[in-house]
């Protein structure tokens, strides 16, 4: 039997396993789709925002976010009331997260005309040495929390094409100087990475019709303690009532529980 007649067959639902040698054989389809839950999605792996119960998630992503704590309730308000908000806490807490996805949601409904997310391109602690390639290439493993974040929202594929449209931008903190952001939602991630100049000149980016979110843990910097500046920024911007500074806690960590009881310890 040709192959073409097999194709024919398989289309019509016409073939019969003993039309088949012992070489050909009919995968069994799924339609459940493999979860890590076993019995069908319950969230995803960012600590189960949004989503609906007994379905299974998939590429078409959930387009809801849905606070898990207290803390991160009061962030999505602040980052809905606020033009500028400063979201400190430590990891696992939602932090990047929750702003790109109501990046995500912003530019979607039309509110903003593009997102732009900047991080400090500094090491977390060990040199990785010479990066082959162009600009992007070497910036691409400083820049890859950021992509992931994305693509949890949306397609890669859409990632791509709103990149290529200049509709998402994603850049070093270097090169943000001198410009100005006006009708766009601006996500500075890893900023306790950032020293006191350097979040002055970013916060100083905010131009009309933008919303910032400025996120990091001034205990987990990869700086010099002395020379990471978001503990005295966020100081000094909660003394404004146009700034919100939401501060998340151990109970707001949203990953393994493990990592939370980690963090209290060490």
């Known amino acids: 039997m040709t192959k073409r007649a097999l194709k024919r067959m398989a289309r019509e639902g016409e073939f019969n396993t003993a039309d088949f040698d012992d070489k050909v054989r009919r995968l069994p389809v799924d339609r459940g789709g493999w979860t890590p839950h076993g019995h069908g999605a ?15 998630r998939d590429q078409s992503y959930v387009k809801n976010i849905k606070a898990k704590s207290d803390g991160q309730a009061a962030l999505i308000k602040a980052i809905d009331a606020k033009n500028l908000v400063v979201a400190l ?15 995500v949601e912003a530019l979607e409904a039309g509110r903003v005309g593009r997102i732009v997310l900047s991080r400090p391109a500094v090491e977390a602690g060990e040199s990785i040495g010479f990066l082959p390639g162009d600009m992007e290439d070497k910036l691409a493993p400083y820049l890859r929390p950021l992509y992931d974040a994305l693509s949890d929202r949306l397609s890669m594929k859409r990632v791509k094409a709103l990149i290529a449209e200049g509709l998402i931008e994603i850049a070093p903190v270097g090169y943000m100087r001198g410009r100005t952001l006006n009708n766009a939602f601006v996500v500075i991630d890893e900023a306790q990475n950032c020293t006191y100049v350097q979040l002055k000149m970013l916060l100083t980016r905010l131009g009309w019709h933008s919303t910032m979110v400025v996120t990091g843990d001034p205990h987990q910097t990869d700086l010099l303690p002395e020379l990471s500046g978001l503990a005295d920024i966020a100081t000094k911007l909660e003394q404004l009532n146009e700034v919100s500074v939401v501060r998340l806690a151990e109970q707001d960590i949203v990953r393994h529980p493990l990592v939370a009881s980690m963090i209290g310890v060490i």
């Open 89 to 103: 806490g430590p990891a696992g807490t939602g932090k990047t997260y929750l702003a790109i996805a109501k990046a």
């Open 42 to 56: 319950h969230g995803n792996a960012h600590g189960g925002y949004g989503g609906i119960h007994g379905e299974n």
